[in-house]
């Protein structure tokens, strides 16, 4: 099909899906997805290596800031705590081997009431407020997700949507997807719509992802 051959096909079906009031349905259906103020390339390259960095170690009432400057300079990259923030004289007892470096600071940052975030490149230390950052909102398509695993009893895809989506609500942030709080996740035909924090938005990807593995792992069966 020629390229204007191909415009004049689309500019009809819009034509036609406007003169059946389905336009706005299809709208409804696929929401534009907002994209992640976490995916700028500084910050998603220290994603990665957050994730890819291997570290071992054993930490046995260190004090926090001397773990941090130790992950600081095993990993070359920039980690910044928030003193304001920390406990007088926080200790951390930890042991570690070939973990990734993204799991040492959620544990560690755990032991004393912080957590993490990456900011222009630049991992950051705080607690929950510290790090606050507007909700934002997008899409993912998990209409493979629905689907029947071999062996178990086939559900209807609303039903099937609804439990994958109480299932992220109890696993990632639970709690934190109350009326009032601006977060919220809701399914339409295959496809969850989330409003969340960017970090939140990270934790349910990884979250299908894994389920993907496992449902490959399946098949190979």
Do not use: C
């Amino acid at each position: 099909m020629s390229g204007r051959n191909a415009m004049a096909w689309m500019l009809a079906a819009a034509m036609v899906l406007a003169l059946t009031g389905l336009a706005s349905a299809v709208e409804e259906k696929k929401p534009e997805a907002v994209p992640l103020p976490g995916e700028d390339p500084k910050d998603q390259k220290v994603l990665e290596q957050l994730d890819t960095i291997k570290v071992t170690f054993e930490f046995n009432e260190q004090p926090f800031v001397e773990a941090i400057d130790f992950l600081q300079t095993l990993a070359k990259l920039n980690i910044v705590a928030d003193k304001a923030k920390l406990k007088d004289a926080a200790t951390v007892t930890l042991k570690l081997k070939d973990a990734p470096l993204s799991t040492a600071l959620k544990l560690l940052t755990a032991q004393v009431d912080l957590t993490y975030g990456v900011r222009d490149g630049v991992i950051l230390i705080s607690d929950a407020e510290g790090l606050k950052r507007p909700p934002v909102r997008a899409m993912y398509d998990v209409a493979d997700l629905l689907k029947p695993r071999a062996g178990l009893k086939a559900k209807e895809p609303d039903e099937a949507l609804n439990d994958l989506i109480e299932t992220i609500k109890q696993t990632i942030a639970p709690g934190n997807w109350d009326e009032g709080s601006g977060n919220a996740i809701r399914g339409i035909d295959g496809t969850i719509i989330v409003t969340h924090v960017p970090d939140v938005h990270r934790e349910v990807r990884k979250f299908l992802a894994e389920l993907r593995k496992v449902r490959e792992g399946d098949a190979k069966r």
